[in-house]
């Protein structure tokens, strides 16, 4: 065998939720929006001159920038964007986690986390979450090489408030400390308020959940000038021109429609908080959710049946065969009609 095979990376990459082509699935596997994008961000795109297109995109995405920066009362230099918080978080863990000594995150979390660190061969170390999924910021204030926290955590939907993040901060700071706010517009506090006290602390968000475009993969992270300009260093090394210009176009009509976002969000949490309310009726042991998901499990049937049952009857729903978490099922919560649907079903296997 040659030596470039033999070395081939030995990696298991992320597997995102199943993507069925038949429109009569009903999707809860990905933690999508059931709501279409603001009709701004249709009208936008239907106005996209194609002719534009023979161009590159702005680099820098300066008008998405500007517009972040202007909702969060932060300047343009502290605002960096990617294709998906995925990407930016890629390039993150690239930028900042060089140290030989391990970063840390909770060994329940985003399962992404783990193969960029076996990619980019990143040392880790996992802490354990407590027996109700909680993580304790004290396990953070060993010496590490970086930290990453998901707020809310995913897939368990607890979200944690600001003297959690402090309590973090205030104990890492010679480090870089990432927030992953993928889900923080369903009702957490979010840190991007305090990039300007802490140099070191890097926020990301998405607009994939509660803005409708997890098909536009747009990201984003907030930070320090020196954070930021660091972050755009790693990518204009790797690909400089990573918004393409639909994308810009469609995220900056998302961002100006704040009347229809406030709206989805409200009928996204109050579906998720009826729902949590059947299922615990069920019998089901339900965290308390800060996101668009929930993560339940029942006493008297395996997730994994559950989850087998509901994918019999048109209803795809996540489960990870993974140690402590594998009789839980992840939620995504959808329209009424499709949660009401779903209670039906669960309540024909549960009652009989
Ligand atoms: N962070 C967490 C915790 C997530 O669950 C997801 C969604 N898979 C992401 C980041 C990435 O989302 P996106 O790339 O669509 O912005």
């Not at 279409?36 to 297109?53: F, N």
């Not at 783990?114 to 910021?137: A, G, M």
Request: charged share 25%; aromatic share 10%.
């Amino acid at each position: 065998m040659s030596e470039w095979e033999k070395n081939l990376l030995d990696i298991a990459p992320y597997v995102a939720g199943e993507q069925p082509d038949n429109d009569k699935i009903i999707k809860l596997n990905a933690n999508e929006n059931p709501y279409p994008p603001s009709p701004m961000v249709e009208k936008a795109l239907a106005e996209l001159d194609a002719k534009e297109l023979k161009k590159y995109p702005d680099a820098n995405g300066t008008p998405l920038v500007k517009l972040l920066a202007e909702k969060h009362g932060i300047g343009t230099e502290n605002v960096f964007v990617g294709n998906g918080s995925d990407d930016v978080l890629a390039l993150s863990f690239r930028a900042f986690f060089n140290s030989d000594k391990p970063i840390l995150y909770p060994d329940i979390t985003y399962s992404f986390y783990p193969v960029w660190c076996d990619l980019l061969k990143i040392p880790y170390k996992l802490c354990p979450v407590d027996e109700n999924f909680k993580i304790d910021p004290k396990d953070y204030y060993a010496e590490n090489g970086g930290v990453v926290i998901a707020n809310p955590n995913a897939p368990t939907s607890i979200c944690e408030g600001k003297e959690f993040i402090l309590d973090i901060l205030e104990h890492n700071k010679d480090c870089v400390v990432i927030v992953d706010e993928a889900y923080v517009d369903f009702g957490t506090y979010s840190a991007v308020e305090l990039i300007s006290k802490y140099e070191n602390l890097l926020v990301t968000q998405t607009f994939s959940k509660s803005r409708s475009l997890a098909g536009m993969r747009v990201g984003m992270a907030f930070g320090s000038e020196k954070l930021i300009s660091c972050l755009k260093a790693v990518k204009d090394s790797y690909n400089s021109y990573p918004l393409d210009t639909a994308a810009q176009t469609a995220a900056c009509a998302a961002i100006e429609d704040e009347v229809y976002f406030m709206r989805t969000v409200m009928r996204v949490k109050q579906t998720r908080d009826d729902t949590a309310q059947s299922l615990r009726e069920l019998g089901f042991k339900v965290l308390e959710s800060g996101t668009n998901f929930l993560f339940a499990s029942h006493p008297d049937f395996s997730a994994e049946q559950i989850f087998s049952y509901l994918r019999e009857n048109g209803i795809f729903v996540r489960y990870f065969k993974k140690p402590r978490i594998d009789n839980f099922l992840r939620i995504t919560v959808g329209t009424d009609e499709q949660m009401k649907l779903m209670c039906e079903l669960l309540t024909k296997l549960i009652i009989k």
